[in-house]
Nanobody, 122 residues
C-alpha cells in the first residue's frame, strides 16, 4: 500500500511562486510514475504534469511548461511541483498521484494523496 502526503500549499498573490511536495511511503518509489493533478471549484480534476520512473516528463498543456516544473528525489521518496508566475486561475486543490506501472495514465494510476489547497489572489 502506497501512501502519499502533499504539503506546501497556501495563499499567494499573482506572480508568486510555490513549491509543493509529495512524500510517498510504502512500495518502491523509484519505480513509480508520479504526477500532479488539480481540481478547481466546480470543475473536474485535471492532469497537470507527470514524471515517469526514468525521469520522462509529460505536461497537460504547453502553457504549463514554462511555469510548472516537476522533479523527484528518489532518495527522499518525494516528488515536487515548482510553480512560478502563479495566476488566479491556478487556484485549485492540487493532488499527488502514483502509478505503480511506472508510466502515468488515467487508467492505471492507483494512488492519490489527500490534496493541498493553492489559492492565488489577484
Amino acid at each position: 500500500q502506497v501512501q502519499l502526503v502533499e504539503s506546501g500549499g497556501g495563499l499567494v498573490q499573482a506572480g508568486d511562486s510555490l513549491r509543493l511536495s509529495c512524500a510517498a511511503s510504502g512500495g518502491t518509489f523509484s519505480s513509480y510514475a508520479m504526477g500532479w493533478f488539480r481540481q478547481a471549484p466546480g470543475k473536474e480534476r485535471e492532469f497537470v504534469v507527470s514524471i515517469d520512473w526514468s525521469g520522462g516528463v509529460k505536461y497537460h498543456a504547453d502553457s504549463m511548461k514554462g511555469r510548472f516544473t516537476i522533479s523527484r528525489d528518489n532518495a527522499k521518496n518525494t516528488v515536487y511541483l515548482q510553480m512560478n508566475s502563479l495566476k488566479p486561475e491556478d487556484t485549485a486543490v492540487y493532488y499527488c498521484a502514483a502509478d505503480t506501472t511506472g508510466y502515468m495514465t488515467r487508467r492505471t494510476l492507483n494512488y492519490w494523496g489527500q490534496g493541498t489547497q493553492v489559492t492565488v489572489s489577484s
